[in-house]
């Protein structure tokens, strides 16, 4: 019987494996091979002649401040000084140390009060962080950091010598450590940086650098921004970051018009059509509370807010965004939908879960929508509190921490590990009509037609001004399912069919098809943050159930 068990086991293992190593491209083999197993020396040459700045350079986005003092900082809702945690601390997770390493804070909010802080610190980082040893220079951080310093000298600040020396000497590193293996945000960010230091810098080497950057850019931006302007990792939270890239992008080519001629120039005149597409994407994507979604991997205070990428894109030349009407919004290529009707705002997935070869921050959400109404969020997915590889980050990223369906207790996408995905689901026939003045939605996916019975779940919605009706049936053979709804913190539950939100408005709700009952769970719109909130759970008890929301102002 054990030796059974085993091979059972080993046998979904490699099933696992199969399914998730397939889609990967050639490039990610062997470039995580060449990155594992070459190490170049770092380039320790004086740096090249900074470049003298001949445009306009704007403000750019500002973020929270993480500093608290000197030396301590907070990341994620953690806080933590040098003198406990040094540069590379095992003691802290990595994201928190990636963040130690960015230096965001000489670009956040009121930046210049902290300006001897900042100088100390960065002369402290150059000492106590060798050319390529540590967290600090792996490509990630390192780019990331590059492009601070850089924006942070154009704002007006002075970079000490020694800072200057250590920016060629990280361009030159990172030129030599790009994460083709990774792909996606990653070399994008990579790329970015070496326009940075391309355009900063000047001389030979530094038009190398900026060409290399460009190259990687101008290859990557479309296939990563789709023709509806949505980032393709279909995450809100990485969309606002990828807009803040391009915006950034667009600030630096006018800091420094025409470098030079050919590739550089011809990217730099597309970057207006390109920041135009993502804003609308972003607005149509943030609920009437002014911030982000949450599909896929996303959360509070790691991009800037909408509303401050929207003011940064205005600082630097770009009109006011129109606001959007009632009606549908059908992000096509991304799979969102967005329904405005009245005081209802709704936003639908039926999206693919991204790119099959990068779906490191995929939730298993496929068919999951979240809801306002007047204003304020009242029907939420569950957010983003961790990375790494533990069961809290993996429980977030199951199906059963949305808005929809769960079927015989297993996730419509198979996500494991932090940053895996199995087998996934894929969305199909999606309908949309109008009836009586209320508009309809409906898609399939076949997320679990992996299953004996195989069985398929569709859902439709159906949108009114003053009523919402969810309805999800599962055909095929299964033994159990159930839908899930949950309530936004602020929402109050008056008795069992009635809701009061926040600002006093009252919603009825009532169900069908199926065995309702109240369960606590948790919102983490913040990394570190975890919000005690209520779940409505509908367990089937046949094929189809439904449930209905009717509110009116008061």
């Given at each position: 019987m054990s030796s059974d068990f085993s091979a059972m086991a080993a046998l979904s293992t490699f099933r696992t494996y199969w399914h998730t190593l397939r889609y990967l491209r050639p490039v990610q083999f062997y470039s995580r091979a060449w990155f594992k197993l070459t190490r170049p020396r770092p380039d320790l040459r004086d740096a090249p002649p900074v470049r003298a700045r001949s445009g306009p350079w704007a403000s750019p986005a500002r973020r929270r401040p993480s500093l608290t003092g000197p030396s301590s900082f907070w990341f994620l809702n953690e806080e933590h000084s040098l003198a406990e945690v040094g540069w590379d601390s095992a003691d802290v997770g990595k994201l928190w140390r990636y963040n130690q390493h960015y230096f965001d804070d000489l670009n956040s909010v009121e930046a210049d009060s902290r300006a001897e802080w900042h100088r100390t610190l960065q002369a402290r980082w150059v000492g106590e962080n060798p050319p390529a040893l540590g967290t600090g220079w792996e490509p990630y951080p390192t780019s990331v950091r590059i492009v601070n310093w850089v924006k942070w000298a154009l704002d007006g600040q002075f970079l000490a010598p020694e800072c200057i020396q250590s920016l060629a000497v990280q361009a030159r590193w990172l030129a030599r450590r790009l994460e083709r293996h990774l792909l996606g945000n990653h070399l994008f960010v990579n790329a970015k940086a070496l326009v940075f230091a391309g355009l900063y810098f000047s001389g030979p080497e530094a038009e190398q650098w900026l060409e290399k950057g460009t190259r990687i850019l101008v290859r990557e931006v479309p296939e990563q921004i789709l023709a509806d302007g949505g980032q393709f990792e279909r995450s809100p939270m990485?969309?606002?970051?990828?807009?803040?890239?391009?915006?950034?992008?667009?600030?630096?080519?006018?800091?420094?018009?025409?470098?030079?001629?050919?590739?550089?120039c011809a990217f730099a005149d597309m970057l207006p059509e390109l920041v135009g597409r993502m804003r609308n994407w972003l607005a149509a994507m943030s609920h009437p509370d002014g911030e982000i979604s949450f599909f896929n991997d996303a959360a509070f205070g790691i991009a800037p807010s909408p509303g401050e990428l929207d003011a940064y894109a205005r600082r630097i030349g770009f009109p006011v965004l129109v606001p959007l009407q009632n009606g549908v919004t059908h992000l096509v290529q991304s799979g969102y939908v967005r329904v405005q009707r009245g005081s209802l705002v709704a936003l639908l997935d039926v999206a693919a879960i991204g790119p099959d070869y990068l779906p490191g921050h995929a939730h298993a959400d496929t068919l999951s929508f979240e809801l306002s109404l007047f204003g304020q969020r009242v029907l939420v997915n569950s957010g983003t509190s961790q990375y790494g590889a533990g069961t809290e980050r993996l429980r977030q990223r199951g199906t059963a921490a949305h808005n929809t369906v769960t079927v015989d207790g297993l996730d419509s996408s198979e996500v494991w590990s932090g940053f895996r995905v199995a087998r996934r689901a894929r969305p199909f026939d999606l309908r949309f009509a109008e009836v009586d003045g209320t508009i309809v939605v409906s898609c399939t996916h076949d997320g679990y037609q992996r299953l004996p019975g195989r069985p398929v779940h569709t859902r439709e919605w159906r949108l009114g001004s003053n009523a919402l009706r969810v309805?999800?049936?599962?055909?095929?053979?299964?033994?159990?399912?159930?839908?899930?709804?949950?309530?936004h913190p602020g929402v109050e539950i008056l008795t069992e069919q009635a809701l009061r939100l926040p600002n006093g408005e009252r919603a009825q709700w009532s169900v069908s098809g199926g065995t309702p009952r109240l369960a606590r769970s948790s919102w983490h719109p913040e990394f570190g943050v975890s919000i005690p909130n209520q779940c409505i759970e509908i367990e089937f008890e046949g094929s189809e159930i439904s449930l209905q929301l009717h509110w009116k102002r008061i």
């Open positions: 990485y969309h606002a970051l990828a807009l803040e890239d391009v915006l950034d992008l667009y600030n630096v080519s006018r800091a420094f018009p025409r470098p030079g001629q050919g590739r550089w309805m999800d049936r599962v055909g095929g053979t299964f033994t159990n399912a159930i839908a899930r709804f949950f309530l």
